[in-house]
């Protein structure tokens, strides 16, 4: 089985036009006029096959498409929609902040109140700045941490996504190679030599590429949870020693939360192991910058880039970094952030951690009933199947090597069960905080319905 990889994010194939009756005019109508019918790749269902519709509407724990048909969501908008969709007080919320007024292109008080708020749950987060989308967010984190260290070598690791800025979007070069090639048509190979990009997880590749090019290198980036290549839980000491070869080399560590932030736990991937750390009595790294997205936006387009003082402050106006939005810290989309970042008290997390670990466990019980080879990946509250595989993946060649086809197989029959999955089996499953103890039950269910008619045995 070939990777999908991160590919399925960079390139859109040709959708095709198999249609449902009634369903023709609105794909044809978007095949035409978007490419690919749909505005983020993902959206097409390349990783799975088949065709979506458009969506009419969601409420709670459920989607509703254009046929009326209605479907127990996993998906959550990619993780945004944590306290379930169109919660009534973040709506109340955003019609209140829009009857004020929809932009003013000057600073508001919520915008002041969401970075407090920030800061208040992550520490490290000193200072912050909001844009509209996770890849502003990396972009400008890099453009910081070069300006800072008056170097241009970054180094990222294969299988994490950090938006599609061009830097970003670069591969491994082939053998001993240290500097990336580009990883979508149209990113330069000028831009994608300084970015290295090194397996996940793999303390020898670092330290060496740290040995060897330690004074080239302005940062290194990674999630805090790898969560776009399905997830994969950070190998214990793996962060603290970024941390310190950064530290040892005045590099800059850069921690993408824009998935794991306020999702994973109430403080991010980064509060996972800061929770650990301080339980075995050790002192905790901390990142340098970070960057979120998704969760501080409850559902629209809010993002930051965040971390030490010295370092945020070396953007426009303070320092020589340019960075600007029209929309920053755009006050309807800040109220719907402020809003869900309220609702996210001690028993919101709870209610995650209690839900996604019922359905990780209880999706993997039924599995291996049916005699289905699997592993889940899992980190706090995230966490991802991956069929075909007998243990949890640590680096993007492992990913890869899942049943790809299996998953497709599955997606579809939970459709047919009424249940939408991640059209791709590179993503996570998200719940919210309207999914209940009935819907995981519903989807233990959908497992034993498929029965893995297609999944690889043993
Ligand atoms: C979604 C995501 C991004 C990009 O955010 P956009 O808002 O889609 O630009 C960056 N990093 C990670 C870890 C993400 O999951």
């Known amino acids: 089985m070939k990777p999908i990889s991160s590919t399925l994010k960079t ?15 609105w794909e044809e109508r978007a095949a035409d006029i978007m490419p690919g019918g749909v505005n983020s790749p993902v959206r097409a269902w390349n990783g799975v096959g088949g065709h979506p519709l458009p969506i009419a509407s969601a409420k709670g ?8 048909r209605e479907y127990l969501d996993l998906v959550d908008s990619w993780g945004a929609g944590i306290v379930g969709h169109a919660h009534p007080q973040v709506v109340a919320a955003v019609r209140a902040a829009a009857s004020r007024g929809l932009s003013f292109g000057a600073t508001t008080e919520a915008e002041v109140e969401l970075a407090e708020l920030i800061r208040e749950r992550y520490e490290p987060a000193q200072k912050v700045r909001l844009v509209s989308t996770g890849t502003e967010a990396t972009m400008t984190a890099l453009r910081i941490a070069r ?12 299988g994490c996504y950090h938006g599609h800025s061009d830097g970003l979007l670069v591969a491994a070069g082939s053998g001993l190679a240290t500097s990336g090639v580009p990883d979508s048509a149209g990113v330069t190979a000028s831009v994608a030599k300084d970015t290295m990009v090194l397996p996940y997880g793999d303390v020898d590749a670092l330290t060496d590429a740290f040995a060897e090019h330690g004074s080239r290198i302005a940062a290194v980036i990674t999630e805090a949870v ?5 997830v994969v839980a950070p190998p214990a000491g793996f962060h603290r020693l970024v941390s310190e070869l950064c530290r040892n080399e005045g590099a800059v560590f850069i921690v993408d939360e824009v998935l794991s932030g306020f999702r994973a736990g109430p403080a991010g991937g980064w509060g996972l192991e800061r929770d650990a750390d301080i339980a075995a009595g050790r002192e905790p790294w901390t990142p340098d910058l970070v960057t979120f997205g998704k969760v501080i936006g409850g559902g629209l387009p809010v993002a930051a880039v965040a971390g030490r003082a010295d370092l945020m402050d070396q953007l426009a106006p303070v320092g020589a970094v ?10 309807v989309a800040v109220a719907a952030g402020l809003t869900t970042m309220r609702l996210l008290d001690d028993d919101a997390y709870t209610h995650l951690d209690r839900i996604s670990t019922r359905l990780r466990t209880g999706v993997s019980a039924e599995l291996d009933a049916a005699g289905i080879t699997h592993a889940v990946g899992h980190a706090g509250t995230l966490f991802s199947v991956f069929l075909g595989l007998d243990k949890a993946p640590v680096t993007f060649d492992e990913v890869s090597d899942q049943d790809a086809l299996a998953y497709s197989d599955m997606f579809h029959s939970f459709r047919s069960s009424g249940i939408a999955l991640p059209p791709s089996a590179y993503e996570a499953w998200f719940v919210s905080l309207a999914h209940t103890d009935e ?4 989807i233990v269910e959908a497992v034993k319905t ?3 008619r297609e ?4």
């Open 455 to 458: 999944a690889k045995q043993p």
């Open 226 to 230: 790898p969560a776009n290549m399905g």
């Open 450 to 452: 498929w029965g893995g």
């Open 61 to 68: 724990a459920t989607i509703t498409d254009g046929a009326g």
């Open 11 to 25: 390139k859109v194939q040709r959708l095709g036009l198999r249609t449902l009756r009634g369903e023709k005019a």
């Open 439 to 442: 819907h995981v039950t519903r």
């Open 147 to 158: 300006a800072a260290t008056g170097r241009d070598v970054i180094i990222k690791f294969a």
């Open 322 to 331: 340019y960075q600007a939005g029209t929309l920053s810290g755009n006050p």
